[in-house]
């Protein structure tokens, strides 16, 4: 498996952004839907990585610069087919990496608090996040998970 920094042009990582975001569409109301789509990803200040074996796109992730010290984690998903296979863990790993090497300090995420996002916060745990307040620009919200780490 390899992660590099993609530039969003592929066809198979625009589809793959676009069922991300319908299925948390899906899952979460509207006024909870923090999901970027492929033209939000494309940013200033936002590095998205894809990960791929054999030229088959496995996961995804980025992140957003929120300020000089501070970053957002974003867009963090592995294909179905694969979940719970590593992969997450992998591409987590990178992230965490490549935040540190860009002078990041403290990397945040929201994600859902339903059980369907269960899986995931026990991903972040494992990698040392840990329960927040919310930050940048959200709100309070019911069904929204707020977590950080230093770097």
């Known amino acids: 498996m390899k992660i590099a920094v993609d530039d969003l042009s592929g066809s198979d990582v625009a589809g793959f952004l ?83 090497r860009m002078g990041f300090t403290r990397l945040s995420l929201e994600t859902g608090s339903a059980d369907f996002f269960l899986p995931a916060r026990r991903l972040y745990e494992k990698f040392g996040f840990a329960p927040c307040g919310p930050f940048a620009d959200y709100r309070p919200d019911r069904n929204s998970t707020f977590m950080t780490r230093s770097l």
């Not at 992969?87 to 987590?92: E, G, K, T």
Request: charged share 30%; net charge positive.
């Open 18 to 100: 676009d069922e991300h975001v319908r299925q948390m569409q899906s899952i979460t109301p509207p006024e909870s839907k923090h999901a970027l789509d492929l033209d939000a990803l494309r940013r200033p200040g936002i590095t998205f990585w894809a990960a791929r074996d054999g030229g088959i796109l496995l996961a995804c992730a980025a992140i957003k610069r929120l300020d000089a010290a501070h970053a957002e984690l974003k867009s963090m998903r592995t294909a179905p087919a694969r979940e719970r296979s590593g992969i997450a863990s992998r591409m987590l790993e990178h992230v965490i990496a490549e935040a540190r």
